[in-house]
């Protein structure tokens, strides 16, 4: 019986950490995605900003 209890607690805490595991890739994913739209923002600032000779 405790042998069933233990399994139990080890298997739905991998699947727990799995779980994490899938939501901070998901969040990582955004993050870069966000770093990437705002370099585009600085650059056309910086394009937009540039004087023209």
């Known amino acids: 019986m405790w ?3 233990c399994l139990g ?3 739905l ?3 727990y ?3 994490v595991g899938i939501w901070l ?3 990582a994913d ?3 995605q966000e770093v990437s739209d705002m ?3 600085v650059s056309k600032l910086m394009d937009t ?3 023209q000779d």
């Open 3 to 5: 042998l069933w209890i």
């Open 9 to 11: 607690i080890i298997v």
């Open 13 to 15: 805490g991998l699947v």
């Open 17 to 19: 950490w799995a779980c």
């Open 25 to 27: 890739k998901h969040k």
């Open 30 to 32: 955004d993050l870069m």
């Open 39 to 41: 370099g585009e923002r």
């Open 49 to 51: 900003l540039q004087v």
